[in-house]
């Protein structure tokens, strides 16, 4: 049972413009959700986080948005660059529960 | 801050012997730590949740025999793999829980990884 979602496998953007990455999740007791970007072989990277009692968090060219009745969360980018090119993952847990349960990733590619 | 480091970054071992793969959190207190495996092209999969002083708390069909977890430390974490054979080979990350404000700890730094291939 996948509990949190990333239905596109890949996404390629122009650098400069927007990267819409996309995450639902299935779990209604989720209640803090993060966005990982990941290199091969090596480990994840905190981008940015977002609680269930916000539904939108900004970060320099990252923003996360919430819809909580959707069961649906994206990351923004904006402007995209080439060096964000890699592999983004969501991950969601009940909050002070611990345990990350994440999606299957999506692959931004930002061409130049 | 919240750097996390792992050891060793590779690893290549013969079919049958014990590999140990150390977690620090170099920069913080982690009573909580957490390893994953990924295969290629797959998402993260947890494993266990090793707390400090106490048994590690093991995902379902994760084999605890196998994959035994010590949390010795607040700031250290190691992961045996024993008796490892060829189907072992993974690449296995460990991450810590940074203490935080409130709405964020649940936060997790991830260490760079260690890539185990069992030959």
């Known amino acids: 049972d996948q509990q949190v979602k990333q239905n596109s496998p890949s996404l390629s953007v122009q650098e400069g413009r927007i990267s819409i990455l996309n995450c639902d999740y299935t779990?209604?007791?989720?209640?803090?959700f993060l966005w990982y970007k990941k290199y091969p072989a090596e480990g994840p990277t905190f981008l940015i986080s977002i609680s269930s009692i916000k539904d939108k968090n900004e970060d320099g060219r990252f923003t996360v948005f919430l819809n909580k009745s959707a069961k649906h969360l994206s990351l923004h980018i904006v402007p995209s660059q080439p060096g964000d090119s890699a592999v983004y993952f969501c991950a969601a847990s009940v909050w002070g529960g611990g345990k990350l349960i994440f999606g299957q990733g999506t692959e931004l590619s930002v061409k130049p | 801050g919240a750097v996390v480091s792992q050891h060793p970054s590779w690893v290549i071992c013969k079919s049958g012997t014990s590999v140990k793969i150390e977690c620090r959190s170099l920069?913080?207190?982690?009573?909580?730590m957490f390893w994953y495996r990924q295969f290629p092209k797959q998402s993260l999969m947890l494993m266990a949740t090793s707390n400090e002083g106490s048994k590690a708390t093991y995902e379902q069909g994760v084999e605890k025999d196998k994959f035994l977890i010590n949390h010795a430390s607040l700031t250290l974490s190691t992961l045996t793999v024993t008796s490892a054979h060829p189907e072992d080979s993974s690449f296995y990350i460990c991450?810590?829980?940074?203490?935080?404000?409130?709405?964020?700890?649940?936060?997790?730094?991830f260490g760079p990884g260690t890539r185990l291939t069992v030959l």
């Open positions: 991450s810590a829980r940074a203490p935080g404000t409130s709405g964020s700890s649940d936060t997790q730094y």
């Open positions: 920069d913080f207190q982690a009573t909580t």
């Open positions: 779990n209604s007791m989720f209640d803090y």
